[in-house]
């Protein structure tokens, strides 16, 4: 039996969704715990692209049950579109496909208000992706949120909705001078979904005790990544949940006792999406090249990502604070091509030097990045299996980043593709 954590050792995507793809056939359960449909997993197979926002990454590799867990909150209307392109694409969920009965519900309302939130923030705009994930968290932690349970019975489902638009309404007339939104409109938006997705929901956490029970395998995926954590990243410029380990069992009700391995996952350089601090950002022809290389482009906005070296003051944070035991290393092939790569090995504050990652904003936004060269690779490595193909200096750039963090990397991703991989 194992349960591995799948966790995002940057601010997001790092490639998890290539990765639990390549781990979900020997599954048996494959559970998605936090963040809603602000995140986009892009998986390539068959020479196909395909992007996944809330189903686990798992429902196109093996026969595991996929699941998301109590700490997704949950589009329906966003949900029932991903599940009919699942099934145009050939694949079956069919008794393999579970809902959480207390993942709470994006209804219209939050999309809505987080949209107006961030446009009446102006010039200091967190940069969501305006899916209503945050004002989701904020009904859930203020305990009017509505859980997917809620949906299996419609009366219960009314006196919610009209309890909340109560505020919500004289919030739009009198703040946004927007229009109030009404009771009956929403219940006639959710209906159709609904009814696809009741026969879903269940007790999802019972259903993961008994697989820890039984010896099953559990995949546990998140989204975003640990520098976008709510309590331990760039506050205030992060997501609303929490993309750790301590997260996925929050998450998902497996208890932290049940964890085997937490894998991190890094690309082989750093992005980020939206706003906030980047001590290692590039603005230069280099940071272009990493962008067009990389196509860093994000798969649910389509924003372009910001680029820079890799961060291993940052990273090695990541890994202490999640406990990681193992690592994946994603894109390396981007580098190809590079003479010399810079990786930054501690920073400058105030003139200062620290390897210590700071979790004041004030501060990290002054960080000067203090950075290792070490020699590229001219020869092209997409696609190599085997470590041993590998150019020496892969190899060394590879090794110096364990040498570093002190924890090992047991894949390397060499391509987009579930099989362009250097399994350790």
Known sequence: MSTRVVIGAQWGDEGKGKIVDLLSDKADFVVRFQGGANAGHTLKFDDKKFVLHLIPSGIFNGNADCVIGNGVVIDPIALVEEIKDVQEMGFS????????????????????????????????????????????????????????????????????????????????????KEPK???????????????????????????????????????????????????????????????TSGGACIGSGIPPTALTNVMGITKAYCTRVGNGPFPTELLDETGEKLRKKGAEFGATTGRPRRCGWLDLVALKYVV???????????????????EEIKVCT???????????????????????????????????????????????????????????????????????????????
């Open 320 to 338: 202490q604070l999640n406990g990681m035991n193992e690592l994946t290393l994603t894109k390396m092939d981007v580098m190809d091509g590079f």
């Open 346 to 424: 501690s920073y400058k504050i105030d003139g200062k030097k620290t390897d210590v990652f700071p979790l004041c904003l004030d501060e990290i936004e002054k960080v000067e990045p203090v950075y290792t060269t070490l020699p590229g690779w001219k020869n092209s490595i997409e696609g190599i299996t085997d470590w041993n193909d590998l150019p020496s200096t892969a190899q060394s750039y590879i090794r110096f980043i364990e040498e570093y963090l002190g924890v090992k990397f047991t894949i390397i991703s060499t391509g987009p593709k579930r099989n362009e991989t250097i399994v350790l």
């Open 93 to 176: 969920l069919e008794g393999r496909f579970f809902i959480s009965q207390t993942a709470h519900v994006i209804l219209p309302y939050h999309k809505l208000l987080d949209q107006l939130k961030e446009k009446r923030r102006g010039g200091d705009a967190i940069g969501t992706t305006g899916r209503g994930i945050g004002p989701a968290y904020v009904s859930k932690v203020s305990r009017v949120g509505i859980r997917m349970v809620d949906l299996l019975d419609r009366e219960i489902l009314r006196e919610k909705i009209d309890q909340n638009l109560k505020d919500i309404n004289f919030a739009l007339q009198n703040l946004y």
């Open 181 to 243: 939104l009404n009771t009956d409109d929403l219940m006639a938006e959710l209906e159709d979904a609904i009814q696809l997705l009741e026969p879903l929901i269940c007790n999802t956490t019972n259903m993961l005790h008994e697989g820890i029970k039984n010896n099953k395998s559990i995949l546990l995926e998140g989204a975003q990544g640990t520098l976008l954590d709510v309590d331990h990243g760039t506050y205030p410029y992060v997501t609303s949940s929490s993309p």
